[in-house]
Every structure is written in C-alpha cells, then in structure tokens.
C-alpha cells in the first residue's frame, strides 16, 4: 500500500490497536455487524442477522460498524450509549482498518467504487485515531 495510502497514520492506528490488548472476561460478538445485516422497519433496528461469524471474546470487532455507517455526531451519539472504553475503541478500530485495507488491496485497481468507499473508511479511522485520548 506504500504511495497508496498514507502508511505513517495508518501504522499507527495499527500499532495501537494491538498494543490495546482485550482485558475482560470472553462475551459474545456477532462478529459481522454490517448495515447489510441489519433490519430496520418504520426507522427503528427491527433485526439483526447473519450471525455465521458470532463467537466468544473480545467485542472490539462489533464496533466496526461505527466507521463503516456512523461518521461524525451519530459516531458519537452510538460510542456514548456503548461507553467501550479508550482501548476496546481502539481494537474496533484497529478491526475496521484491517478489513478496509484489505478491500481497498482487492479493489485499488478494478473497482474504483469499492476502492473509493475504502478510502473513505480508512480515512475515518485515521482521523478518530488522531484525535483518539
């Protein structure tokens, strides 16, 4: 990804993403909270589906959907109800920044929408990571 996307930020949004290890005891995760899995009726969360990924463990991965649906005040307003603390953040977002890299690797040169909407995720982790406590 060198010359792709700016390495230096995206490092280090990495290293504090591993260096913010998982403390708490196993819980479950769905493991693929994606706006594609979600149901909303009449504009309310009416289900969640596609739990084929589900496990036991950290959580952080479940928090990848505040970069990949929420930006800004709804990113805020959803941390505040969840209240994860500074470091299961920081998996979470160290979790949507290796699944967009990877799609971004996929797609840099024959999916430009795909690629672009991976940019924009990207670019969304790194920003919270810079101004992250």
């Known amino acids: 990804m060198q010359g792709r996307i700016d390495t230096d930020p ?8 591993l260096a913010a290890t998982w403390q708490g005891p196993p819980v479950w995760f769905h493991g ?6 979600l149901l909303v009726e009449g504009g309310r969360l009416s289900a969640v589906i596609d739990f084929g ?9 479940d928090l990848a959907i505040a970069w990949t ?15 994860p603390d500074n470091a299961t953040w920081a998996r979470g977002r160290g ?3 290796w699944k967009a890299l990877i799609t ?30």
Do not use: Q
Request: aromatic share 8%; charged share 25%; hydrophobic share 45%.
């Open 10 to 17: 995206a490092t280090a949004a990495w290293e504090a993403a």
């Open 32 to 37: 693929d909270v994606a706006s594609g899995n």
């Open 53 to 61: 990924t589900s496990g036991v463990g950290d959580p952080s991965c």
């Open 69 to 83: 649906l929420f930006g800004g005040e709804s990113r805020e307003a959803f941390r505040a109800v969840l209240r």
């Open 95 to 97: 979790w949507v920044l």
């Open 104 to 133: 971004l690797a996929k797609h840099i040169d024959t999916d430009l929408s795909e690629a672009g909407y991976a940019r924009c995720v990207i670019n969304e982790v790194l920003a919270d990571h810079k101004h992250a406590p």
